[in-house]
T-cell receptor, first 115, second 114 residues
Framework: AQTVTQSQPEMSVQEAETVTLSCTYD???????LFWYKQPPSRQMILVIR??????QNATENRFSVNFQKAAKSFSLKISDSQLGDTAMYFC????????????FGQGTILTVHP | DVKVTQSSRYLVKRTGEKVFLECVQD?????MFWYRQDPGLGLRLIYF???????EKGDIPEGYSVSREKKERFSLILESASTNQTSMYLC?????????????FGPGTRLTVT
């Protein structure tokens, strides 16, 4: 069974600075997908970024990028130029080796961006 | 845009009541999921469905059942609500193939059982 661990329950950052959220996972699968989801306060969860394990290049979406270390089973999210709207709960999630699109989620990290 | 809707944002029920949480998606997705979200525990999968009338247990199915009579609708049933089922419930859907298995989430239902 896959496990996903987010070891930082809470983090904070000043507006315009950079912050990195950590995620590690455990799997015996060779091909899989990793995701970062964002859940703003009282709002719907949305996908931030996706990484396919067979792609060596780290995924990037505007101010969001990942550092994917396959051998270390690490998948961190870097947010550059943090904005107040980045304040949210962030979940790391894993898909692989299962049917029907089941995801395994980490515990979540609450990120607060301060003005 | 994919839209996943849930029947209620907030719900208060009494212990022992039968509770229905409904979820509807409009993108013809094959897969639908019910999670509960609790602080420090992340999202835990209760049940999922990969086709009409097809369902499988997730990680924490005890005390819950589900129904999927139509492709777009997936219901979560608490047969006899208990206080330890007070939680945030999230519904999600995803296509079987393509799009990297991204799941699309509803707004959530915060259920309080008193």
């Amino acid at each position: 069974a896959q496990t996903v661990t987010q070891s930082q329950p809470e983090m904070s950052v000043q507006e315009a600075e950079t912050v990195t959220l950590s995620c590690t996972y455990d799997t015996s699968e060779s091909n899989y997908y990793l995701f970062w989801y964002k859940q703003p306060p009282s709002r719907q969860m949305i996908l931030v970024i996706r990484q396919e394990a067979y792609k060596q290049q780290n995924a990037t979406e505007n101010r969001f990028s990942v550092n994917f270390q396959k051998a270390a089973k690490s998948f961190s999210l870097k947010i550059s130029d943090s904005q107040l709207g980045d304040t949210a709960m962030y979940f790391c999630a894993f898909f692989g080796g299962t049917s029907y699109g089941k995801l395994t989620f980490g515990q979540g990290t609450i990120l607060t961006v301060h003005p | 845009d994919v839209k996943v809707t849930q029947s209620s944002r907030y719900l208060v029920k009494r212990t022992g009541e039968k509770v229905f949480l409904e979820c509807v998606q409009d993108m013809d997705h094959e897969n639908m999921f019910w999670y509960r979200q609790d602080p420090g525990l992340g999202l835990r999968l209760i049940y999922f469905s990969y086709d009409v009338k097809m369902k499988e247990k997730g990680d924490i199915p005890e005390g819950y059942s589900v129904s999927r009579e139509k492709k777009e609708r997936f219901s979560l049933i608490l047969e006899s609500a208990s206080t330890n089922q007070t939680s945030m419930y999230l519904c999600a859907s995803s296509p079987t193939t393509g799009q990297g298995y991204e799941q699309y989430f509803g707004p959530g239902t915060r259920l309080t059982v008193t």
